[in-house]
């Protein structure tokens, strides 16, 4: 088994975190295998994952979620209680005995897995992660990958967006009680500190995977005590320099007049509601102007990329920024098109050509090319044993071979280093907020012949 950090979210076994179909396609599998003598070493398959088209106003993605799907792979099982299940399911009826008897009982998964990075910036129709193995292996965790996958890059690539307008700012995941599940604010808090976010309110987070977690008061707080006053002195008597005071319950600019009694002594204060930029002026204002030009300012209230532009824009004088619903939910657009093709089966190429879902078929390997500067120049899309252009690097590394991790996952803060290292290499012209359409996916020539003779063979 391997030691995960995020090990916690594998602790209910998630072997059927599988939509019926892979199951009842896998038992088919075995059951042909079995009445023609077909050995699973002779019944190998390659998917690939991948994201068909941007979601919308976006011009990069960020790939995250790899080390739950690893996690994954290499530990979840069929256990006595999810084989009887299966069993007693009618439609399984004509399944062999030994498939819940013999099979499923030492069933471990072993496969070939290559991705990209996470943390890395990727583009529509690139293959993030390919998955080589025996079909029945390679066929089931197909929705599994998929959430942690599409969710976290979802995610990654909003928290991407509000880093690159606010470089310089301290950024707060707060999007637990908002997203869709008490596990998606885990993977809300992870896909937001990849993209360099610095800390999160989640608590499991903190304790799970080491993202430092913070928070400050609520309204409740101050409206407990008789007056809002004698709740600032009894936060700070408990918590003193540590102290954020929440100053927007009642008046706010009273409020941060009540908050100068504590001087430089306390760490910041908070904004919830309102005009953000009004009151944070004015704050500011009071603050300095009664010797507490050291206390933050922290704002919340319903932010994102836009909002805290436009606020850095206006040079308002915030220091943090709390991001809660708008991130954990990518409100503005809140699904991503990944998808889970077969691309090779025995060493065939396979294609999908349906309507305007065509995929590339054959085991293939994404090549950046860099200019001579070391910024990003375009993505290559090769077959895998074509050589590599000049100035590039594959993108698609080893991470799992038969079935076991190859060298040790990388700890959330050196996946957070790559990502504030690699991203400086996109140009800004694919950071800006609204969609520029100047991404264009170059493929090989070779790949384009394959791909033509096999739509030409499946008309």
């Not at 908002?178 to 604010?185: E, F, N, Q, Y």
């Not at 009894?234 to 007049?257: G, M, W």
């Not at 060298?407 to 140009?427: A, G, R, T, V």
């Amino acid at each position: 088994m391997s030691n995960f950090s995020s090990g916690f979210i594998n602790d209910f076994n998630m072997i059927l975190a599988a939509d019926f179909y892979q199951l009842t396609m896998g038992a088919a599998y075995y059951q042909y295998n079995l009445e023609n003598n077909i050995e699973e070493s002779n019944d190998i398959a390659t998917f690939e994952l991948f994201i068909r088209k941007f979601p919308k106003n976006r011009n990069y993605l960020i790939f995250a979620g790899l080390e739950q799907a690893v996690h994954y792979l290499l530990n979840a099982r069929f256990t006595e209680r999810t084989i009887e299940f299966l069993r007693k399911k009618a439609v399984f009826k004509n399944i062999d005995a030994s498939f819940f008897d013999e099979y499923l009982p030492n069933f471990k998964f072993n496969l070939d897995v290559w991705a990209m990075k996470e943390g890395n910036f990727f583009f529509p129709n690139e293959p993030i992660i390919r998955v080589q193995g025996p079909i029945f292996h390679a066929q089931i965790v197909e929705t599994y990958l998929l959430n942690v996958i599409n969710y976290q890059t979802l995610v990654a690539s909003k928290a991407s967006r509000i880093k690159n307008v606010a470089p310089d700012k301290v950024l707060l995941e707060f999007g637990t009680r908002r997203s869709h599940s008490p596990l998606a604010g885990v993977y809300a808090a992870r896909a937001s500190y990849i993209a360099g976010f610095n800390a999160t309110s989640n608590v499991v987070a903190d304790l799970e995977l080491g993202i430092n977690s913070t928070g400050t008061m609520a309204h409740s707080f101050v409206q407990k005590f008789e007056n809002e006053l004698k709740s600032f002195e009894l936060y700070y008597k408990i918590y003193d320099e540590d102290s954020i005071l929440l100053i927007d319950t009642y008046d706010t600019e009273k409020a941060a007049e009540k908050s100068c009694k504590f001087g430089n002594n306390i760490k910041g204060v908070r904004i919830d509601s309102g005009d953000l930029i009004d009151h944070a002026k004015k704050v500011r204002k009071i603050l300095d102007d009664k010797g507490c030009e050291k206390v933050l300012i922290v704002a919340s209230s319903d932010l994102n990329e836009y909002k805290i532009k436009e606020i850095i824009d206006k040079n308002v004088p915030i220091d943090a920024f709390g991001v809660g619903t708008e991130l954990a939910t990518s409100c503005d657009d809140p699904t991503i098109s990944g998808v889970y093709k077969l691309i090779e089966y025995n060493n065939v190429p396979k294609i999908k050509i349906s309507e305007e879902k065509l995929t590339y078929p054959g085991v293939k390997q994404v090549y950046r090319v860099y200019e001579k500067n070391g910024m990003f120049k375009e993505d290559l899309l090769a077959l895998e044993k074509e050589s590599a252009p000049p100035n590039s690097e594959a993108l698609l590394i080893p991470v799992i071979r038969n079935g076991e991790l190859i060298k040790p996952y990388p700890k959330l803060d050196n996946i957070q280093n790559f990502y504030l290292d690699n991203i400086k290499k996109l140009p800004d012209s694919y950071k800006q907020l609204e969609q520029a359409k100047i991404f264009r996916l170059k493929l090989s020539k070779k790949l384009e012949q394959l791909t033509n003779s096999l739509a030409q063979k499946y008309p």
